[in-house]
T-cell receptor, first 114, second 109 residues
Framework: KAGVTQTPRYLIKTRGQQVTLSCSPISGHRSVSWYQQTPGQGLQFLFEYFSETQRNKGNFPGRFSGRQFSNSRSEMNVSTLELGDSALYLC?????????????FGPGTRLTVT | QKEVEQNSGPLSVPEGAIASLNCTYSDRGSQSFFWYRQYSGKSPELIMSIYSNGDKEDGRFTAQLNKASQYVSLLIRDSQPSDSATYLCAVDNTDKLIFGTGTRLQVFP
């Protein structure tokens, strides 16, 4: 079974621009969660989508948004990029929403904001 | 107090030894606990999950959970240089996973 895929793998953007990242979950998985990973803060939860609905949201500003499509693929958008948004963005898929949450991560998108 | 705490390390152990990685959490209501391994430059990989008090073994890995003490640990027996990585503890919190910042493990020959 193919794993979680994320595109693009690397991205360089300028402050003020916006960016859209894509995630395709493992086949049959309906829950997609997004995380931001930085050396200082570690892995921080952004949001989770299940059946095209946002189920949960972390403590990130409204510039961070997402959506999920009927085929469970998910996109994450960051508007008005700031230097501090430079990070590894990871998505993780799970068969179901809720506890327990065995999540499987994609390879990530490395975003650099200059 | 952080919700999930881990010693950042590095924890250095010789090849063949037992590596012991520890994690404490603050939410007494947490029911699900996970250990992820992350190699440098790679994404986290799920290696163990544990839901009940006690030990759970899988190959060279043993996860231990003590809910009364709010403590979860991971033991790696017969450590190999290929085990050198950062190990992340994750705990469920109101229907989302909270991750610790990880413990870097170094296994030297």
């Amino acid at each position: 079974k193919a794993g979680v895929t994320q595109t693009p793998r690397y991205l360089i953007k300028t402050r003020g621009q916006q960016v859209t990242l894509s995630c395709s979950p493992i086949s049959g998985h309906r829950s997609v969660s997004w995380y931001q990973q930085t050396p200082g803060q570690g892995l921080q939860f952004l949001f989770e989508y299940f059946s095209e609905t946002q189920r949960n949201k972390g403590n990130f500003p409204g510039r961070f948004s997402g959506r999920q499509f009927s085929n469970s693929r998910s996109e994450m958008n960051v508007s008005t990029l700031e230097l501090g948004d430079s990070a590894l963005y990871l998505c993780a898929s799970s068969p179901v929403a809720g506890v327990p949450k065995e999540q499987y991560f994609g390879p990530g998108t490395r975003l650099t904001v200059t | 107090q952080k919700e999930v705490e881990q010693n950042s390390g590095p924890l250095s152990v010789p090849e063949g030894a037992i590596a012991s990685l520890n994690c404490t959490y603050s939410d007494r209501g947490s029911q699900s606990f996970f250990w992820y391994r992350q190699y440098s430059g790679k994404s986290p990989e799920l290696i163990m999950s544990i839901y009940s008090n006690g030990d759970k073994e899988d190959g060279r890995f043993t996860a231990q959970l003590n809910k009364a003490s709010q403590y979860v640990s991971l033991l790696i027996r017969d450590s190999q240089p290929s085990d050198s990585a950062t190990y992340l503890c994750a705990v469920d919190n109101t229907d989302k996973l909270i991750f610790g910042t990880g413990t870097r493990l170094q296994v030297f020959p």
